[in-house]
């Protein structure tokens, strides 16, 4: 069998965005949709200002890092599900056949886990950041900070989860790979929260976390297309 093409100009895209719709439709009603990940990251964060102590000076210096850890930690959990449901239901081989390559779906799912999980999530950065000692007015930066390490978290743990997808114990398979690919989201928002807290620009290191989420969705959809490839063999 062959894929079929779009029939237009602009009918990959409309697919696309049809694509994103759907599966960010999906993410959201299923496994707690928005709740469960801003419910852990609150839970993370609030941990880590206890773990830290009462020390005012200690709890600035480890918030940055500690907010970027947390938020990750609620992308990490999501991983699972981004593959598994299609894989159950047979869905592989028809989005294979269908008219937008692999990597396009992957790159789509991505974004759409990303928009319906861990962008409402975002809402709850800047009290999760007070949280850990960052003053008030590093409250907007932390927003936009979480929102746009969303899709570059989501996109870095794409491939160990389309791997893990209908494997035994494929939850601990993406533990130990999908954290290392993490980490490079994870540095840049930190330093852009460290940046904030001390009332320096964030635009710099917005943006090299932007670039670096950039590469991820393009790497990880790659990636992520070849190994659902792999279930098709």
Do not use: C
């Given at each position: ?17 049809h694509l994103v719709a ?43 890092g500690a907010l970027a ?160 490839r792999l279930h098709l063999?």
């Amino acid at each position: 069998m062959t894929r079929p093409q779009p029939t237009k100009a602009g009918g990959a895209g409309r697919a696309f965005l049809h694509l994103v719709a759907r599966e960010a439709r999906t993410a959201w009603e299923g496994g707690g949709g928005a709740a469960t990940p801003a419910a852990v990251f609150l839970s993370a964060a609030a941990l880590m200002a206890f773990a830290v102590g009462a020390d005012a000076e200690r709890l600035a210096a480890a918030g940055p890092g500690a907010l970027a850890f947390s938020f990750a930690l609620a992308a990490l959990l999501g991983f699972e599900q981004l593959y598994q449901g299609d894989l159950e239901a047979g869905a592989i081989e028809p989005l294979a056949l269908g008219p937008l390559p692999l990597e396009l779906v992957a790159a789509a799912k991505i974004l759409a886990r990303a928009a319906a999980t861990l962008a409402p999530a975002a809402l709850v950065a800047p009290f999760a950041a007070i949280l850990l000692g960052l003053p008030a007015s590093a409250a907007p930066a932390a927003f936009l900070t979480a929102l746009l390490a969303g899709p570059a978290l989501v996109a870095a743990g794409a491939a160990p989860a389309a791997l893990a997808a209908g494997r035994p114990r494929g939850g601990l398979l993406i533990a130990v790979t999908a954290p290392p690919l993490m980490a490079s989201p994870v540095i840049f928002a930190a330093g852009a929260l460290r940046a904030a807290a001390l009332g320096e620009p964030v635009a710099a290191p917005l943006l090299l976390l932007s670039a670096s989420g950039l590469a991820a969705l393009v790497i990880g959809s790659i990636a992520a297309a070849a190994a659902l490839r792999l279930h098709l063999e």
